[in-house]
């Protein structure tokens, strides 16, 4: 790590962290909340590395004051947090249930009276179950569900949300999700998946103008983006390379921004109207990044135009992620480059990384590892802004160590560690550390 101090950042910078609501809230029942894709994923033997489920998980529903008080003695100007659909409609359909609103009103109402501003993602992939049922994101009407609940949700909290972002990372929903089964709702389809990009876009756009007619906030999407790094220097590596960017990385944002399907790349459930609807305007656009990808030519008889290969000579985190502090301004500057003026102002929606973090003999947990990990992606930031990219904002992921998807609570990310038998929160040292940035501007 260096000792030069960290960079000033501009005035107005938003210093936020971010969460998700299936990941922290627990009460998986409660107050009529329905079942969603993934509690029935947790539930299904095999599925999840620890064998948890995410029923309680950081039990935030019901701690969320004393959350909000560790955001508040962070200082941050902003939460990311995801409203769950099940709790808002239990079926995926029909009126809002106003028990579940009721949570995210509260919530809403003490963060801004911590000064904080709430920042609320509408789809962080708790589909549903009922709607998985008939189809999911493969079926077209699910754009319409979500564009329903968009207007339901921003019906209640249209006048105090600061920032609204529809879909969480849609491509690692239908990667994960959807083309290799890693993740809820668990499906192997491979490239038969594309029709869920599509009509996630599609969702997407239906849903910013729902958001537009009930509040005059800005309207955002987080995506995210790996930087390639090539392995090889054939013809077929180089193909590898760009089909697997114009996957991970152009797919759900040249449409965006107004450009349409990368070649090669376009759904067959295309409708005429639908680009349109998808390139509606949208005021920031939302990075969530972790790290680069390698990338070669695959073997003869791979259903995948790529390979996926582990990057080498990196530090690695807890996930086994490399970490690579510099790609973050690589992918910042490119995306510029690629998208020109068609680019809206960027704030990065996460950033952050696993490590083993446990209390030591006096309780307290040091992550000098991730103290670093931030330094040098703040860092990049900074340099990204240098060089003249319009960032406005970084948002630490996450709060809480919480639930990590199929990895269970094997994988810790949290400023602050979490007991998840007692529910005892311990500010990790990075927590000081970041207060100590945010409080330096
Ligand atoms: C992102 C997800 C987030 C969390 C982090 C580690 O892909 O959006 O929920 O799992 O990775």
New binding site residues.
């Given amino acids: 790590m260096t000792t030069t101090p960290m960079p000033a950042f501009p005035t107005g910078f938003r210093w936020g962290v971010s969460t998700?609501a299936y990941?922290i809230e627990g009460a998986a029942t409660a107050d009529g909340r329905g079942p969603s894709i993934w509690d029935t994923f947790a539930h299904t033997p095999g599925r999840i590395a620890d064998h948890s489920t995410a029923d309680v998980a950081c039990d935030h529903y019901h701690r969320h004051r004393e959350d909000v008080a560790l955001m508040a003695g962070l200082g941050i100007s902003a939460y990311r947090f995801s409203i769950a659909w099940p709790r808002v409609q239990p079926r995926g359909t029909g009126a809002a249930n106003p028990a579940g609103l009721d949570f995210y009103d509260r919530l809403v109402d003490d963060l801004l009276a911590a000064g904080i501003d709430p920042v609320a993602t509408l789809f962080?992939w708790d589909l549903p179950q009922p709607l998985e049922e008939t189809g999911g994101w493969l079926n077209r009407d699910t754009a319409d569900r979500f564009a329903e609940y968009a207007d339901l949700t921003a019906a209640r909290l249209g006048d105090r949300v600061k920032l609204w972002i529809t879909l969480?990372?849609p491509f690692?929903h239908l990667s994960l999700g959807h083309a290799t089964g890693v993740h809820a709702p668990g499906r192997f389809l491979l490239l038969d998946a594309f029709p869920v990009a599509h009509h996630q876009l599609l969702g997407h756009g239906l849903a910013v103008s729902a958001l537009r007619a009930r509040s005059t906030s800005p309207v955002a999407i987080a995506n995210?983006y790996s930087p390639v790094v090539r392995y090889g220097d054939t013809d077929a590596d180089r193909a590898a390379a760009l089909a697997y960017d114009a996957l991970h990385n152009r797919l759900f944002t040249d449409p965006l921004l107004g450009q349409g399907y990368p070649p090669g790349f376009d759904p067959a459930v295309v409708r005429d109207g639908d680009l349109d609807v998808i390139a509606a305007p949208i005021d920031v656009l939302g990075v969530?990044y972790?790290n680069p990808t390698g990338v070669r030519a695959p073997e003869q008889d791979s259903p995948l135009p790529f390979e996926v290969v582990p990057l080498d000579g990196y530090p690695r985190t807890a996930f086994d992620w490399p970490v690579v502090p510099d790609g973050l301004r690589d992918l910042l500057v490119g995306l510029r480059d690629r998208y020109l003026d068609a680019l809206p102002e960027i704030q990065i929606t996460?950033s952050g990384c696993a490590y083993d973090d446990a209390p030591d003999a006096d309780g307290r947990v040091h992550d000098p590892e991730r103290i670093a990990y931030l330094d040098g992606h703040l860092r990049a930031v900074r340099a990204a802004i240098d060089e003249g990219v319009d960032v406005t904002g970084y948002f630490v992921?996450s709060l809480l160590d919480n639930w990590?998807?199929a990895e269970g609570f094997t994988k810790r990310?949290g400023l602050v560690h979490v007991d998840f038998d007692s529910q005892v929160r311990t500010p990790k040292s990075s927590y000081a550390w970041y207060r100590d940035q945010i409080v330096r501007r």
Wanted: net charge negative; aromatic share 28%; proline share 0%.
């Fill in positions: 998700s990941q962080h969480n990372e690692v995210n969530n972790y996460e992921w990590e998807w990310f």
